[in-house]
């Protein structure tokens, strides 16, 4: 005789019938919009981003189309279109007013902050995303902590300090307060990029023999190129338009910025509008090429990490 087969039997209960498991149905697929509905919103929302961007384009046309016209046609009529354009105001902004000084002060200052500030911030970031312990959270506490002091609080501090070591109305002087003021920024952001970083990639060049300086600079500091081009950007642009610091730090007219020389336009009974403009489109210059020749990496950084 054969070995009877035991048959699968429902719990509590033994009535010789098979125990057959319940259909559990699929879940109800999630409903679509409709295609006409989803239509109107992609084009509301390319409206909008029409619309915002004609708002923000509208000024500078009106800066550019200003810098072309004298001064009496701008009295006559201030949004006029330049029928015969005149360049004669840039001359006179860059050769008369000493624009071109104040174009080379503004140069070295933003660009010399901007290198010290991520040069100590990259260090610093890579040895707080990196050490564990309790002194390197404190450690790290603090330097997020400079992100919370306002720093119009701090110019008295920071007067007192600079005039103690002779550096007010200096370049310098400038310069250590904008890279002091960038660093909790630019560590901030960086020590987030860093913690990304698979550790597979040192122990890789580790086994190769590289040193931790070689192994920093050769593996790990390229690796964040688009967080360091989004903290660049997003450091430079602040510091080149800055006014507060450089009127209240900077006596010597010679050492003015772009910000601080635009005043001199303005005079007690008459403004020279015409110069005014061309200034400003001097000033503004060197931030257009600057997004423009570092979108792709500000991209890049800015959406770093959404698809994890």
Do not use: C
Not at 35 to 57: C, D, H, M, P
Not at 194 to 209: C, I, V
Not at 248 to 272: C, H, K, M, S, W
């Amino acid at each position: 005789m054969s070995a009877a087969v035991p048959t699968a039997h429902r719990p509590g209960g033994d009535d010789g019938h098979p125990y057959v498991p319940p259909v559990v149905a699929d879940p109800l697929p999630r409903a679509r919009r409709p295609r006409r509905e989803r239509g109107w919103a992609a084009a509301a929302t390319s409206t909008a981003l029409w619309l915002y961007a004609a708002v923000a384009i509208l000024p500078l046309l009106v800066m550019v189309t200003n810098s072309l016209r004298t001064n009496r046609e701008l009295a006559t009529e201030p949004l006029g279109l330049p029928l015969q354009p005149d360049f004669t105001s840039y001359q006179r902004a860059w050769v008369e007013a000493s624009f071109s000084t104040y174009f080379v002060n503004s140069i070295v200052v933003t660009v010399s902050s901007v290198a010290i500030a991520t040069a100590v911030s990259l260090l610093a970031a890579y040895a707080l995303a990196r050490a564990r312990g309790r002194l390197m959270s404190v450690i790290e506490t603090v330097f997020v902590s400079g992100l919370m002091m306002p720093v119009f609080l701090m110019i008295v501090p920071i007067f007192y300090l600079l005039d103690s070591f002779g550096l007010i109305s200096s370049r310098l002087g400038l310069i250590m307060v904008y890279a002091a003021v960038s660093i909790p920024f630019s560590v901030f952001v960086l020590t987030t990029f860093f913690r990304q970083l698979p550790g597979e990639l040192e122990e890789a060049a580790r086994l190769d023999g590289a040193g931790p300086l070689r192994m920093f600079w050769s593996v790990m500091a390229p690796l964040v190129r688009p967080a360091v081009a989004t903290v660049v950007v997003f450091r430079f642009v602040p510091i080149w338009n800055d006014f507060f610091y450089p009127l209240i730090l900077i006596r010597n007219r010679a050492n003015y910025t772009l910000p601080v020389g635009l005043t001199t336009f303005f005079g007690e009974y008459q403004t020279d509008w015409s110069t005014l403009f061309a200034g400003l489109v001097i000033a503004t210059l060197p931030l257009i090429v600057l997004f423009l020749v570092a979108t792709r990496q500000i991209i890049a950084g800015l959406t770093s990490g959404m698809g994890k």
